[in-house]
């Protein structure tokens, strides 16, 4: 005798937010203090997700956003505001003066986790509603006036029926595989190479970033607070994490530095170690109906360019405008323009990342003639008024793009 199962519990919203990451978390704060209620659905739990170790450059415009979101007062004392960034290629330092070239422009350091950290606690203090491990999450019926979107919660069955749905969910969630293949179309290119991160209690070997070109490969010296050190090499694919030794990444790093920085270098035990691959990816549209996609479940770059975090909160800010409209104005006529909006600046973005990619690492064993053209390329620019502002524009992160 079969037993049928119990009907799921009808659960009802405005916004469907799949992903309890920062776009994710960022559009559900915005949305709820516009009294636009909204319910997130995430796969993971919120230890795993705040465990996340992930970008620390936020870009002006993200921090402009996060003090509209109410969310920016740990931030605004923790954080350290940078107005430039050294490039660093044959034993030497140049600095694009980002605030110098943009009008006062800047960038805030300030981690991903500290955001995701602040964002769940707003939530949590405004009785946000939010599902935590919540299994098999489907979205339905999207292209109709009424989706819905089906998940389990600790043995439970729901559906949530809504008015839209935001996928922030990531490269490998539920939202992008939910429309059809044929609506979509890829655009990606892989690297022959990722970058060995470590994270360790030491004090920063400068006060601002240095990006490094180097004949053995690319390295990166960041930081998360003024005694915590996020430092990068490029390493190649088949390499494994187990392989690099605290002593052996030390050594590596002081080889692609300038001779002045690394003398300056403080090492010490690593809190932990990982190696990202590095690829770029788009997928157009990013709107299937009533889905919108955001963040990296739309698009990828690499993180030469630190724009992976900020390029989700550009997409983060379209959708919230959009639907303010939407939902205060009746403008349903804008919704057909999503993809099209976000579009415009995320290419320009995947641009900028491409170029600093390309500028700074070392791609083959073979390659007499394009390490030439990178040193000419770095030489040129750096040497260039209009060279350093075209960086620094790029870097302190382009205008959003405006609905009307």
Not at 84 to 98: I, Q, S, W, Y
Not at 219 to 244: F, H, I, N, P, T
Request: negative net charge; glycine residues 8%; contains cysteine.
């Amino acid at each position: 005798m079969t037993t049928t199962p119990p009907p799921p519990q009808i659960l009802t919203t405005r916004v469907a937010i799949i992903g309890a990451g920062p776009s994710g978390l960022l559009l559900g704060q915005l949305l709820a203090r516009q009294g636009i209620d909204n319910v997130i659905l995430e796969r993971k739990s919120g230890e795993y997700v705040l465990g996340r170790i992930r970008a620390g450059v936020l870009e002006q415009g993200m921090v402009d956003l996060l003090r509209e979101a109410g969310v920016s007062e740990r931030m605004d004392v923790e954080g350290l505001p940078h107005d430039g960034f050294e490039l660093a290629f044959d034993n030497r330092r140049v600095r694009v003066d980002l605030a110098g070239h943009t009008g006062g422009k800047r960038v805030m350091i300030y981690g991903q986790t500290e955001v995701t950290r602040d964002l769940m606690a707003a939530r949590e203090a405004e009785g946000g509603i939010s599902y935590y491990e919540a299994d098999a999450v489907t979205p339905h019926d999207l292209e109709t006036d009424a989706p819905y979107v089906t998940f389990t919660h600790a043995g439970e069955s729901y559906r949530l029926d809504c008015a839209y749905v935001a996928g922030c969910d990531g490269y490998h969630g539920v939202s992008r595989r939910s429309i059809p293949e044929e609506r979509l179309k890829t655009f990606e290119r892989v690297y022959p190479f990722g970058w060995l991160g470590m994270l360790s209690d030491t004090p920063p070997v400068t006060d601002e970033l240095i990006y490094a070109r180097h004949d053995r490969g690319f390295a990166l010296c960041s930081m998360r607070s003024e005694s915590r050190s996020r430092y990068y090499v490029q390493v190649g694919l088949e390499e494994k994490v187990e392989d690099w030794s605290d002593e052996r990444f030390w050594d590596e790093l002081k080889r692609r530095l300038p001779d002045d920085v690394a003398a300056q270098l403080v090492t010490g035990p690593s809190l932990e170690k990982s190696i990202a691959p590095l690829r770029s990816f788009v997928v157009e549209p990013m709107q299937y109906g009533r889905l919108f996609l955001v963040g990296d479940a739309a698009h990828i770059v690499p993180p030469t360019g630190a724009k992976g975090l900020n390029l989700a909160a550009s997409d983060v800010n379209t959708l919230y405008r959009l639907l303010l409209k939407v939902f205060q104005e009746g403008r349903t006529d804008l919704i057909e323009r999503y993809s099209s909006t976000c579009l415009k600046r995320i290419w320009k973005a995947e641009r900028f990342s491409w170029w600093m990619t390309s500028m700074l690492h070392r791609f083959s064993d073979e390659e007499d003639f394009e390490a030439r053209m990178q040193l000419a390329e770095l030489d040129y620019l750096t040497g260039s008024e209009a060279g350093l502002t075209t960086i620094a524009e790029n870097y302190v992160g382009l205008p959003y793009e405006t609905l009307e």
